[in-house]
């Protein structure tokens, strides 16, 4: 079964670009989560996704944007980049619907450094 | 004060040694998770206990439901056990699958 796959897995932008990340989750898996991950502040929620419907959001700005498609794949946004942007993006699927004692499973991660 | 807390922060230990990590967290829960996090940055899930105590290989995870704290050992440790461990908490204001992470514990292990 293959796990969590997220592309790309290292990107370059300058500021004021935008970027699209994706990420498959397992399959059969419905639930897909986003965080950020910081040297400063750690892992922090984004997104979570089920069956096309975002159920929850994170304290980011407007900037930040998701979407999940109906094959359970799910993209994430960000609009005019900023130099704090540059961060791992991970995403995480489970089987759901969470009632948070599903288990995790999390891709590689995305690696954006802006410049 | 974060939901959830780690200790130590940092830890270094030499080959053989056992090794434990330490996560409270102040929030009602209903399972939590330990993880894995290698320099490359992909996040391997550890464990997820609700109550009790889980084995798996030289890893083993304990949980006390009543005093909100929960513990990661490591017996025999290797330098391949070097990563970052983060414990995480569902956020239970509503069904989700959203996590509460710690800020994680950095192991090094020499040989």
């Known amino acids: 079964k293959a796990g969590v796959t997220q592309t790309p897995r290292y990107l370059i932008k300058t500021r004021g670009q935008q970027v699209t990340l994706s990420c498959s989750p397992i399959s059969g898996h419905r639930s897909v989560s986003w965080y950020q991950q910081t040297p400063g502040q750690g892992l922090q929620f984004l997104f979570e996704?089920?069956?096309?419907?975002?159920?929850n959001k994170g304290n980011f700005p407007g900037r930040f944007s998701g979407r999940q498609f109906s094959n359970s794949r799910s993209e994430m946004n960000v609009s005019t980049l900023e130099l704090g942007d540059s961060a791992l993006y991970l995403c995480?699927?489970?089987?759901?619907?969470?009632?948070?004692?599903?288990?995790?499973?999390f891709g590689q991660g995305t690696r954006l450094t802006v410049v | 004060k974060n939901e959830v807390e780690q200790s130590p922060q940092n830890l270094t230990a030499q080959e053989g040694e056992f090794i434990t990590i330490n996560c409270s967290y102040s929030v009602g829960i209903s399972a939590l998770h330990w993880l894995q996090q290698h320099p490359g940055g992909g996040i391997v899930s550890l464990f997820m206990?609700?109550?009790g105590k889980k084995k798996h290989g030289r890893l083993i995870a304990t949980i006390n439901i009543q005093e909100k704290h929960s513990s990661l050992h490591i017996t025999a440790s290797h330098p391949r056990d070097s990563a970052v461990y983060i414990c995480?908490?569902?956020?239970?204001?509503?069904?989700?699958?959203?996590?509460?992470f710690g800020t994680g514990t950095r192991l090094q292990v020499f040989p």
């Open positions: 996704y089920f069956s096309e419907t975002q159920r």
């Open positions: 995480a908490v569902p956020y239970m204001s509503r069904p989700t699958d959203k996590l509460i």
């Open positions: 206990l609700s109550s």
């Open positions: 995480a699927s489970s089987a759901g619907p969470g009632q948070g004692n599903t288990e995790a499973f």
